[in-house]
T-cell receptor, first 114, second 114 residues
Framework: QKEVEQNSGPLSVPEGAIASLNCTYSDRGSQSFFWYRQYSGKSPELIMSIYSNGDKEDGRFTAQLNKASQYVSLLIRDSQPSDSATYLCAVNDFRGGSQGNLIFGKGTKLSVKP | KAGVTQTPRYLIKTRGQQVTLSCSPISGHRSVSWYQQTPGQGLQFLFEYFSETQRNKGNFPGRFSGRQFSNSRSEMNVSTLELGDSALYLC?????????????FGEGSRLTVL
């Protein structure tokens, strides 16, 4: 059973701090890695994708991938109350050529306190 | 550019009934995937369609089925509804070009089974 594990939280950080979200995955064949943000009552929204080892930065967000350790993380710098949401880690192994079969973690709930 | 559109947004059914949900992907996206989201299990993959063919299927009973039309629009059907089918059903589309697996979700159809 392929699994993606996340700490469910809640993770509480003060406004302006760095929020660090972590994820591990079980399948070494995983090739693509994603972070989705889901506000309460809304659908998931893609915020970062990463495909190779190392860091990828996009504005206040940095995704980090370490395939040897099967570990993905998301750093949110200068956290804002509007970042308060559940963050979902997802991986894709493209089994059978599938693009749409993502394996999701259950999410980490982030709360940014003003 | 219009996003993924799902209808209906909310529906209430009783046990034993059947339901059909509809999804229109982003223009130009050829792959449509369906997910079930519940508080206990999180996001779980149901199936993926590409060019009117089911490309991958998750671990759900045969009561769950789907199809895709030539214009890439997709429907999913759940027959003989059970209480446990109450969930948010999310449709996601992707370009399916290259192994990226970036999915874009609709707002979902929230199904309540009484």
């Amino acid at each position: 059973q392929k699994e993606v594990e996340q700490n469910s939280g809640p993770l509480s950080v003060p406004e302006g701090a760095i929020a660090s979200l972590n994820c591990t995955y079980s399948d070494r064949g995983s090739q693509s890695f994603f972070w989705y943000r889901q506000y309460s009552g809304k659908s998931p929204e893609l915020i970062m994708s990463i495909y190779s080892n190392g860091d990828k930065e996009d504005g206040r967000f940095t995704a980090q991938l370490n395939k040897a350790s099967q570990y993905v993380s998301l750093l949110i710098r200068d956290s804002q109350p509007s970042d308060s949401a559940t963050y979902l880690c997802a991986v894709n192994d493209f089994r059978g050529g599938s693009q749409g079969n993502l394996i999701f973690g259950k999410g980490t709930k982030l709360s940014v306190k003003p | 550019k219009a996003g993924v559109t799902q209808t209906p947004r909310y529906l209430i059914k009783t046990r034993g009934q059947q339901v059909t949900l509809s999804c229109s992907p982003i223009s130009g996206h050829r792959s449509v995937s369906w997910y079930q989201q519940t508080p206990g299990q999180g996001l779980q993959f149901l199936f993926e369609y590409f060019s009117e063919t089911q490309r991958n299927k998750g671990n759900f009973p045969g009561r769950f089925s789907g199809r895709q039309f030539s214009n890439s629009r997709s429907e999913m059907n759940v027959s003989t509804l059970e209480l446990g089918d109450s969930a948010l059903y999310l449709c996601a589309s992707s370009l399916s070009v290259g192994n990226t697996g970036e999915l874009f979700f609709g707002e979902g159809s929230r199904l309540t089974v009484l």
